[in-house]
């Protein structure tokens, strides 16, 4: 059972970045998955999930600017982040509804000119 994400990096303010979860089988199909992130000194926020049938749900500050997207054959959940803001800078972490959360290792952004 694994969630591995990456994809994160050093990006200008505007700019873009698009995060991967790989999953193992068992923790993907038909599974709710999203993504959380925590920046530094603050409470971790659920930023975007996405159902096992593809309904998704993206918290204010990311609507418009996010899109969340699962590739069932590869077992993969995606990120696209667009106009970049510097309050954007977070570890980005995906997780699994498995009866509970499960977690993966998380992936540092960082939006700094």
């Known amino acids: 059972v694994q969630l591995q994400a990456s994809g994160g990096g050093l990006v200008q303010p505007g700019g873009s970045l698009r995060l991967s979860c790989a999953a193992s089988g068992r923790i993907f199909s038909g599974k709710t998955m999203g993504w959380y992130r925590q920046a530094p000194g603050k409470q971790r926020e659920l930023v975007a999930r996405i159902t096992g049938g593809g309904a998704t749900y993206y918290a204010d500050s990311a609507k418009g600017r996010f899109t969340i997207s699962r590739d069932n054959a590869k077992r993969t959940l995606y990120l696209r982040m667009n106009s970049l803001k510097p309050e954007d800078t977070a570890v980005y972490s995906c997780?699994?509804?498995?009866?509970?959360?499960?977690w993966g290792q998380g992936t540092l952004v960082t939006v700094s000119s």
């Open positions: 997780y699994a509804w498995i009866g509970y959360e499960y």
